[in-house]
């Protein structure tokens, strides 16, 4: 028999066969006992040996016949099955190359067998499946043209590669089956997602957007008007903000005298972020003999999963743009976070009540504590000391033991440590390091953290994690990397430095505590940097600050010479000045070495500065470069909001004074990634 390969259909036939053969041994034992016997049954075993071969070879052919049939028919419907699926499939080789498709994806693109899927479909490429994996799904858009109208199409695209190994012995070889092994075959379903995409955004369009509105200086402005007018200017204020809601077919309703809460569809969310929120331009436009223009705050929650999470969101954005100092729209998004708005310089507050609150609060507890931990950012300027400075003599007044956190003398408050630690008046602990800080740091530890609200920003963030009685004080803008939960948060922008904070809250304790000369002088000198000599952020309240500073014993020409500067510090400066570029004709760029440079980033800040007297510039940007790290330090006059510039990089500030980091970036870099910046916001008409 003329076997050329054994398949399971020739074991299945010759099975009868070697059955037979098994009973050969049986006959021959038959024999041994009974030759009859074994003659028969061998006659018997011939017989059926022969019966089997003769219908083993008559029927072999015609059962591999009708196998084969049916393997045809089997293979013809699944062909038939797989061009008629509804689902679009295409085969591709391993170039990317269509070989062959069925009729749905036909339907989608035409027959474009031996295109490159790439060309018909830009946003896929064989890029999307590395040799190295076999599975992987993307998501496309595709325009189709039909009856000259363009419809777009979303689809889920999986891609699958097939190996030929998975479908053939190791040991067959054949030159086409090699083929196949070296250039593997790439199958792609498209699953038509565009009704699901439809109903998403029909679902998220048709969410609830929670929102508050509040207006921020009622108070100030009932104050400046006639008592006749005020009705009619909160009449007028009610209007237009009635209107603007209900442009988007909102609700409102209003909840006090200052205080609005409104519900709209998330659908008109882009149409109100379109217009820059405009009302917040509009409501200024109100003038009924007012000196100050109405601002308004307003707060918007979305995606929560409840209202009562989108409330929480409103809330909290509220939080933001009181703490920014108000005049701005806040969208919060879960863990994401819009700012809007903005661009007016804060009103200052006459009124001291929250001032003498905050004072009786901090006296408590740094009453209920044995220790006091005082901390302030990286890199401290004049301010955070002199603010750190006047809040460890409160501690001191109080009877409690306090340190003050500082790692690195920067050559800024170098001349007030010196002066502190000369004088022989302070313990050594005064100021300790990282470590020092970590070690002593506990439950039973006050920690007051000042001129910053960034946990990750302060000197040593860890401490933030040691103890839950956390104070912050400080006048920059909030933002979302605020210190989470602290017992006590004093942050009022409006406030021209921290130290001018912590001045009112020393005479509003009814301890009345003592500031020594040299301590009224490091307080002093915070007030003097951060206002630029009283040009900046001055207000009624920064003088009478600087007044109790002065009966205090502030010495104004100590003072002075604490702010005077190195020749080579005063080169280095103006080398900066020399080499800015201007961009538009109203913004000055430039860079600043930090590498070898003491107190690199304060002298980056007054260039800043110094670039402002320029005539025409509306806002500076020095770029210091410090190891892997650009510090950035922008100012501006009055018409340009550089905390939003800053934010765009994870920084913050106020409108005329802001900064950021950028990590892992050179100078140059940096530099280009800041004038794009730039180009793009002016280009958009957010600055």
């Known amino acids: 028999m003329d076997i050329i390969k054994k398949t399971r259909i020739d074991q299945y036939l010759q099975g009868p066969i070697k059955l037979t053969l098994l009973l050969i041994p049986v006959d021959i034992l038959f024999i041994l006992l009974d030759f009859r016997c074994g003659l028969i049954l061998g006659a018997f075993i011939l017989v059926c040996l022969a019966i089997h ?32 699926l509804p689902i679009p499939y295409a085969l591709l080789d391993g170039k990317g190359n269509i070989m062959w498709s069925n009729m749905a994806f036909n339907k989608i693109c035409g027959d474009r067998k031996g295109e490159c899927l790439s060309h018909v479909f830009p946003n896929l490429n064989k890029k999307l499946l590395p040799s190295d994996v076999n599975h992987m799904i993307s998501y496309i858009d595709y325009v189709k043209k039909e009856d000259e109208k363009e419809e777009t199409y979303f689809y889920k695209v999986e891609m699958n590669r097939i190996r030929i190994d998975d479908f053939s012995e190791e040991n067959e070889v054949n030159y086409s089956k090699q083929m196949l092994r070296e ?27 929670i929102g508050l509105i509040n207006i921020d200086n009622y108070d100030e402005l009932m104050d400046d008007i006639d008592e006749v007018k005020r009705s009619m ?31 709209f569809e998330q659908k008109y969310l882009e149409k109100i972020k379109k217009n820059k929120f405009s009302i917040l331009d509009e409501i200024k436009t109100i003038n009924l003999g007012n000196s100050m223009h109405m601002t308004l705050s307003i707060s918007f929650g979305i995606n929560g999963n409840t209202y009562q999470e989108s409330y929480e969101y409103a809330c909290a954005g509220m939080d933001l743009a009181l703490g920014r100092g108000g005049d701005q729209a806040v969208i919060k998004d879960g863990e994401d976070i819009s700012y809007y708005g903005g661009n007016s310089e804060i009103v200052e507050r006459n009124t001291r009540v929250k001032a003498r609150v905050k004072a009786h ?34 501690g001191l007044s109080l009877g409690r033991k306090a340190h003050i956190v500082m790692n690195e003398v920067t050559i800024s408050v170098r001349p007030v440590i010196e002066a502190l630690q000369n004088s022989g008046q302070y313990d050594d602990d005064m100021f300790i390091d990282n470590d020092t800080a970590i070690e002593i740091t506990d439950e039973n530890t006050l920690l007051i953290v000042v001129d910053v609200n960034h946990s990750n920003y302060t000197e040593c963030e860890q401490l933030l994690h040691q103890t839950k009685t956390v104070v912050i004080l400080d006048h920059h803008r909030k933002n979302k990397d605020i210190i989470k939960n602290p017992v006590l948060s004093y942050i009022e922008p409006y406030a021209s430095s921290t130290c001018e904070m912590v001045a009112e809250i020393l005479q509003y304790v009814d301890t009345k505590p003592k500031l020594e000369p040299m301590e009224a002088n490091a307080m002093y000198f915070g007030i003097l940097v951060d206002t630029d000599n009283f040009v900046n952020k001055t207000g009624v309240r920064t003088f009478e600050a600087a007044a109790y500073l002065k009966r205090s014993g502030a010495d104004l020409t100590l003072v002075r010479k604490m702010s005077r500067e190195s020749m080579e510090t005063y080169r280095i400066r103006s080398k900066a000045i020399r080499n800015a570029d201007i961009l538009y004709g109203e913004f000055a760029i430039t860079t600043l070495v930090g590498i070898g440079v003491d107190s690199p980033t304060v002298i980056g800040a007054q260039v800043a500065n110094e670039l402002l007297d320029i005539d025409g510039i509306q806002a500076s940007f020095v770029l ?24 765009q990089f994870g920084g913050g500030g106020h409108l005329t004074v802001a900064g950021a980091q950028l990590v892992d970036v050179s100078l140059e870099d940096a530099k280009e990634i800041i004038t794009e910046t730039l180009k793009y916001m002016k280009q958009k008409g957010d600055i």
Not at 200 to 208: F, I, K, L, T, V
Not at 246 to 262: A, H, L, P
Request: glycine share 4%; net charge neutral; proline share 1%.
């Open 53 to 84: 071969s003769l219908g083993y070879s008559h029927n072999k052919n015609e059962i591999v016949k009708e196998c084969m049939e049916f393997v045809f028919e089997q293979g013809q419907i699944q062909n038939h099955l797989i061009h008629d």
């Open 183 to 209: 250039n593997s075959l790439i199958a792609v379903y498209f699953f038509d997602q565009t009704m699901l995409k439809k109903y998403r955004e029909q679902s998220e369009n048709q969410r609830m957007v």
């Open 233 to 263: 200017l909160i009449a007028v204020a009610d209007r237009k903000i009635s209107k603007f809601i209900q442009n988007v077919s909102g609700i409102i309703r209003r909840t006090e005298k200052d205080k609005y809460f409104v519900v």
């Open 361 to 394: 609060a901090l006296k408590e507890l740094l009453e209920s504590k044995e220790n006091v931990v005082i901390m302030a950012h990286k890199i401290p300027d004049p301010d955070a000391m002199g603010a750190a400075i006047g809040l460890y003599r409160l």
């Open 624 to 647: 210091t470069g410090i190891e892997e790290r650009v510090y950035v330090s922008a100012r501006s006059i009055d018409e340009i909001n550089v905390q939003r510039i800053m934010e």
